[in-house]
């Protein structure tokens, strides 16, 4: 029996082809070492250099790894390489040509914080397809800026200023068209009344856990009560006891979990 295979030459001849066509803005020089980067990165599994530089062929497998390594390097730390922009460039082209098979059109957008030791913080908003998270945007930065001392003389911590939740609420809003119902999910740090006010303004729901200390007014709409800000608080405390139903106590020490919703 023949086995075909798609060689490396080949597939990264299509990627090639693929940003030339939905990233123009590309230089010639990129063009040449991105297609073999992706390629490295999907065959090594990995987004270390020599691993990358483990996996490449063809004129690679004439120069030294080290070199090669080097030159990933170079790529990245390049100035006229904007990562941020060529990801949103890619997540602009593939959401436009997204379609949802399910009939309540709903789509998962989960947003929060995540670190990698002491060498960076990234606010990340990801779309939920199928068991998994596909990231859609986000805003990395240095570590440095989580020290409160610091993040004081810099004028606040960056990752986590709520201008810059709320910019990517509305980056992630403006992706989608109106054929499409988000949801945004997110933990306890988030309940704040203008990030919540916004994704209600956007016409999209959000479903945020709450802390314990938190005090929430339920309004009944038969008292005619009047709700700022043009969005409805409503505390899930029912759908939570349907939960702990189900889970019939399997932990003894389980502490209930709050939900923030606006439907």
């Given at each position: ?33 991105i297609p073999e980067i992706l390629f490295g990165m ?195 405390i029912n759908i939570m006891q349907l939960f702990t139903k189900i889970l019939n106590f ?14």
């Open positions: 029996m023949t086995k075909l295979y798609n060689t490396q030459t080949e597939i990264t001849n299509k990627f090639r082809e693929f940003l030339k066509k939905y990233i123009p803005s590309l230089r010639k020089t990129q063009l040449n070492i999907i065959a090594s599994e990995s987004v270390v250099s020599t691993d990358i530089a483990k996996c490449l062929k063809n004129e690679f497998s004439f120069i030294q790894l080290e070199s090669v390594q080097r030159r990933i390097r170079r790529f990245f730390n390049n100035e006229l390489f904007d990562h941020e922009d060529f990801y949103n460039s890619l997540i602009i082209s593939v959401i436009s040509q997204y379609k949802i098979k399910h009939k309540d059109k709903r789509i998962h957008i989960t947003f929060d914080h995540m670190f990698s030791h002491d060498n960076y913080v990234t606010l990340m908003f990801t779309m939920r397809v199928g068991k998994q998270g596909i990231p859609i945007w986000f805003k990395s930065f240095k570590q440095e800026y989580i020290n409160k001392k610091i993040s004081t003389e810099k004028g606040g911590t960056i990752a986590f200023n709520e201008s810059l939740i709320i910019e990517g609420i509305k980056h992630i809003s403006a992706l989608f068209n109106e054929s499409f119902d988000l949801i945004f999910l997110a933990d306890r740090w988030f309940n704040s009344e203008k990030i919540l006010s916004t994704i209600a303004s956007l016409g999209h729901t959000y479903c945020i856990r709450l802390k314990k200390n938190i005090k929430i007014f339920i309004h009944d709409k038969k008292e005619g009560h009047k709700i700022g800000n043009g969005f409805l608080i409503y505390l899930l399997m932990i003894q020490n389980i502490k209930p979990i709050l939900l923030l919703v606006n439907i």
